[in-house]
């Protein structure tokens, strides 16, 4: 439809400038206030095809590195090994 391709460059353009970090639902307020007369289900539906994303999703962090399996693991200083040779041979404990 054309009025989602104007709807969308418009989600986009407002998705910019707020330093892309609007998800619908906050998407949804500066439309209104721009007097576009759109519903949040069609703000989500077209963010998502247009591959717009909110910078957090409910409580979980957007993972922004991610580790290299190639990468050179630090040593364990420490010696850990936790088998055991029977049960209740080892005990662990863990201070976080």
Known sequence: MIEDERLSARIAEIHEANYCAYGYRRMWIPLQRSDEEVGRGRV???????????AKRRSK????????????????????????????????G???
């Not at 539906?45 to 909110?54: F, N, V, Y």
């Open 94 to 96: 863990d201070f976080t």
């Open 61 to 92: 962090a957007w993972r922004t590195a991610t580790p290299d399996p190639l990468a050179h693991r630090r040593p364990d200083l420490v010696k850990r090994d936790f088998s055991a040779p029977a049960p209740d041979r080892l005990w662990v």
């Open 44 to 54: 989500a539906r077209l963010m998502r095809e247009a591959g717009i994303q909110g």
